[in-house]
DNA sequence: CCCAAAACATGACAAATGTCATGCTCTTCG
DNA sequence: CGAAGAGCATGACATTTGTCATGTTTTGGG
């Protein structure tokens, strides 16, 4: 099998291929960020592509999605890190065959590259019970608006990015607050943001 | 040689060991987080301790400074994340040995860990140049105040914690808002932790 | 010792933020 | 149809926040 190992720290991809390499006879190739991986995927055919989500370039949902949209065989495995459970949704929305913790013992990743090989789909049960557990409470509206609050933008620009009136603006972000049980708008597009719900 | 791994992210961890027993002979244990490589530390012996800085428990610095305060001849080496170059001033203090980036590829740490064994002190070039241009503005008021902000805690809770008037805390927050130049007292909180200066 | 500079501390003020009561539109269900 | 309710939008209001001018204490030269 020929597989992709996408991810960005160079230590840990290091790691993870030489212990790759050492425990199965798959084929494996690198890429340093999220360009690269695609670079790849549409130079080669891959059985599988292991990726982080957060990475420079393109994402590994990105990559997952791009996937997807081709029709292509190509089986994907996310590994992220804990807390960013808010991912998951999105994660199956692309299709993606597995969806792993960086908590997890490498054990369970050499086991869940099996179990997708063989057609199965792996998630995380932590995780998963994580995502069942909390789902995104925003709305539209209030997502784009706390975005923008999280950019550092004003209350007058976003009113001003987004054609509503500043009161409307506050409103949102009042109850996205609320909704996520946040100190101030920031904080809730810290919250929101780690959970990938931004 | 006789190594403690200490690092909280499973995989991360289980794949660098495996990676510095296929290329070492050295004797490695591993530590899941901060509190179970100190128990280990007092417990036994090492010639190293190969730690991430932040994780559950304690941080690898205060490993460090433990380390320094027992007089103990253990060398130390942190691993960590783009960004954190903050950490390397407090790092440095600490007596490390080595302090390393996990962008660096696995031979930067392979190369790293032979020169610290032969007595060399080992700071990553880019992480290096990165401490000199920018260390922290904060002085200690100010650094205090501004993590009781982060924390979520209103202009009111730190006057009380801090036992200063609260114009005196907003003072304190506003001068580190200019010197981080954030919009605001939660951002300038993320901006000094992202650098560790929190 | 004495002065100047730095660090520390304060409260007044203006601006920004968060809350709330209210109104409008559109769907949906009896 | 008509009532109920969800979603969207607004501005008044009180609170919180950030800025600034100012005063006090500490520190380090001369």
């Avoid at 949902?61 to 997807?68: G, H, K, M, T, V």
């Avoid at 994660?91 to 597995?98: E, K, N, P």
């Avoid at 933008?153 to 603006?169: H, P, R």
């Amino acid at each position: 099998m020929k597989i992709l190992l996408a991810e960005d720290q160079a230590m840990v991809r290091g790691a993870l291929a030489s212990l790759l390499r050492l425990s199965s006879q798959h084929e494996l190739v690198e890429a340093a960020d999220g360009d690269a991986a695609l670079a790849l995927l549409k130079q080669q055919s891959f059985d599988m592509l292991l990726t982080d989500i957060e990475m420079p370039g393109r994402s590994g949902l990105e990559l997952a999605a791009w996937l997807q949209h081709q029709q292509s065989p190509t089986k994907v495995v996310i590994i992220t890190t804990f807390g960013r459970s808010g991912y998951i949704r999105r994660a199956l929305d692309c299709g993606v065959s597995g969806f792993l913790l960086k908590d997890a013992p490498v054990q369970d990743l050499l086991a869940a590259l099996e179990k997708v090989q063989a057609g199965k789909r792996v998630i995380d049960s932590e995780l998963a019970l994580l995502a069942l557990g909390e789902q995104d409470p925003l709305n539209d509206k209030e997502r784009r608006a706390l975005r923008l609050a999280g950019e550092g933008k004003s209350t007058a620009e976003i009113s001003q990015l987004l054609f509503i009136a500043e009161g409307t603006v506050r409103n949102y972000l009042s109850e996205a607050m609320s909704k996520l049980n946040a100190a101030n708008r920031i904080d809730a597009a810290r919250i929101a943001q780690q959970k990938g719900w931004l």
